[in-house]
């Protein structure tokens, strides 16, 4: 037998969550999902720079390889056409790198540790070792 304090009954206890417990639910969902966009924008910031260096290296290996086929020394000039394009040394990767910036070609064949093709994107697409061995 339950005894009564007071004259009361004992109250019911209310089943379910409140309403800061939720708000401090969804807080904590969308600071996560904050922290993940932050995290996939700088992996395509990453990525995108890797690709671009990918395209320069392989741009300069290109010239590389015109230049001692045909027997050119550093400094002549040389159409971009002649090297990258069909049924060239390269395929054409296109004008732009995919961070929106577009290519410059030199005109001339580059000298040792230069390099034939520049990104000018303000991201610093170049490569981390520099292109002293190219």
Same mark, same amino acid.
């Given at each position: 037998?339950?005894?009564?304090?007071?004259?009361?009954?004992?109250?019911?206890?209310?089943?379910?969550?409140?309403?800061?417990?939720?708000?401090?639910?969804?807080?904590?969902?969308?600071?996560?999902?904050?922290?993940?966009?932050?995290?996939?924008?700088?992996?395509?910031?990453?990525?995108?720079?890797?690709?671009?260096?990918?395209?320069?290296?392989?741009?300069?290996?290109?010239?590389?390889?015109?230049?001692?086929?045909?027997?050119? @020394? +550093?400094?002549? &000039?040389?159409?971009? #056409?002649? %090297?990258?394009?069909?049924? !060239?040394?390269?395929?054409? $990767?296109?004008?732009?790198?995919?961070?929106?910036?577009?290519?410059?070609?030199? @005109? +001339?064949?580059? &000298?040792?540790?230069? #390099?034939? %093709?520049?990104?000018?994107? !303000?991201?610093?697409?170049? $490569?981390?070792?520099?292109?002293?061995?190219?």
């Amino acid at each position: 037998m339950k005894t009564y304090t007071n004259g009361r009954r004992p109250q019911k206890t209310a089943k379910g969550f409140t309403l800061i417990e939720i708000t401090l639910v969804i807080a904590l969902l969308l600071g996560l999902v904050a922290v993940l966009f932050i995290g996939i924008a700088a992996y395509k910031k990453g990525s995108d720079k890797a690709k671009c260096v990918l395209i320069q290296s392989t741009m300069q290996k290109a010239i590389r390889s015109y230049q001692n086929l045909n027997d050119i @020394a +550093n400094g002549v &000039a040389v159409a971009k #056409a002649s %090297v990258v394009g069909s049924g !060239a040394y390269a395929a054409d $990767p296109g004008l732009t790198c995919p961070g929106g910036s577009t290519f410059a070609f030199d @005109a +001339n064949t580059p &000298a040792e540790g230069t #390099a034939w %093709v520049t990104c000018p994107s !303000a991201d610093g697409h170049v $490569p981390s070792g520099g292109t002293a061995g190219w």
